[in-house]
């Protein structure tokens, strides 16, 4: 259990003085006075993570500006990447569902998807 706190209001003057129940003067909490007893919150537990749901890309041919994929899951888009004949020559985005838009993929990140051309399992 946390920390139990005393708000003794029998100062004069300034105000009130907030002081842990152990220091707390015995007489003033028995000579008639009510004391306020201030628990220390417990803190609230984390929100779970949302379970990320399968990632969505958008492929668009970079000299042309046509979109070649809109909203394709993985298998599709490495499968889609298969006829592109250079990593420069697609613009590849992710959904991303907090932000609410398309984030546009790094080049580390396009070669990485890149190296799963030609692997079909």
Not at 42 to 49: D, L, Q, T, V
Not at 84 to 105: F, H, K, M, N, Y
Request: glycine share 8%.
């Amino acid at each position: 259990m946390g920390k139990v706190w005393v708000l003794d209001t029998a100062t004069k003057g300034t105000g009130a003085e907030i002081r842990p129940l152990e220091e707390a003067d015995a007489a003033a909490l028995k000579g008639g006075q009510s004391a306020i007893v201030v628990r220390e919150r417990k803190p609230r537990p984390p929100k779970p993570a949302e379970p990320a749901g399968p990632r969505r890309f958008r492929v668009v041919d970079v000299m042309t500006k046509r979109v070649l994929a809109d909203d394709s899951p993985l298998d599709a888009t490495v499968e889609l990447l298969e006829d592109v004949r250079s990593i420069v020559d697609v613009s590849i985005s992710v959904w991303e569902p907090t932000a609410g838009r398309w984030q546009e993929l790094s080049l580390r990140e396009k070669q990485m998807l890149w190296g799963f051309r030609g692997c079909h399992g």
